[in-house]
């Protein structure tokens, strides 16, 4: 079956840094890749979507890169600020028009 | 504000209990969906509505009853619950289906279930 799996649980860096995220997926080729930020209490939100034929994607200071030889996506929050405190997860469309599948998410911390 | 609602925010609901969970969307989607969050585990998919027809069914157990009487509400009728399916329960909406496939979700935020 699909899987997905977030590198780490939690990350903590210093404000200004780059925050890097990993999204590694198994036994799937996915059409597409999104990612959201989910704040406590809250539900996801949509950031980032990057199409199998994109290598990279920007959004201001969000980047995301889908690599369908390693099958792998990377996340990366530039000059980080404590306001991008959150967990992020990152989600495929796994062999259904509606069937998405989410990672565990990686929490993320940054310091002021 | 989220374009999805989702109301009760908190339950508590005793294991011979009935409950139901109502969500709705503001966002003239036509997809909507239920979801499980527990604790450090990934998201669950439990059911999926495409125009008020159901068209993903997870291996959700029937104590567990999906309705959607129209393409903005959503209803998960609960009965007979377990202590293990307290969790945070999401909805979400998109505008899915043939080429718009891609289309990302809209969360609301949830409702926590508590069951004791």
């Known amino acids: 079956s699909q899987k997905i799996e977030q590198n780490s649980e939690a990350l903590n860096i210093q404000e200004g840094k780059t925050a890097t995220l990993t999204c590694n997926y198994t036994?799937?080729?996915?059409?597409?890749l999104q990612w959201y930020r989910q704040d406590p209490g809250r539900g996801p939100v949509f950031l980032l979507l990057?199409?199998?034929?994109?290598k990279e994607k920007r959004k201001e200071r969000l980047k995301v890169t889908f690599d369908t030889t390693l099958k792998q996506s990377l996340f990366h929050i530039t000059a980080s600020q404590p306001a991008d405190s959150a967990t992020y997860l990152c989600?495929?469309?796994?062999?259904?028009?509606?069937?998405?599948?989410f990672g565990t998410g990686t929490r993320l911390k940054v310091l002021a | 504000e989220t374009g999805v609602t989702q109301t009760p925010r908190h339950l508590v609901m005793g294991m011979t209990n009935k409950k139901s969970l109502k969500c709705e969307q503001h966002?003239?989607?036509?997809?909507m969906y239920w979801y499980k969050q527990s604790a450090k585990k990934p998201l669950e998919l439990m059911f999926v509505?495409?125009?008020?027809?159901?068209?993903e069914n997870n291996s959700v157990p029937s104590r567990f009853s999906p309705e959607c009487p129209n393409s903005s509400h959503l209803f998960l009728h609960l009965h007979t619950l377990q202590p293990e399916d307290s969790a945070l329960y999401l909805c979400?909406?998109?505008?899915?289906?043939?080429?718009?496939?891609?289309?990302?979700?809209?969360f609301g935020n949830g409702t926590r279930l508590t069951v004791t």
């Open positions: 989600a495929l469309e796994a062999g259904g028009t509606y069937k998405y599948i």
């Open positions: 979400a909406s998109s505008q899915g289906g043939g080429s718009s496939y891609n289309s990302p979700l809209h």
């Open positions: 036994n799937y080729s996915p059409a597409y």
């Open positions: 509505y495409s125009l008020e027809e159901r068209v």
């Open positions: 990057i199409r199998e034929n994109e």
């Open positions: 966002l003239g989607h036509n997809a």
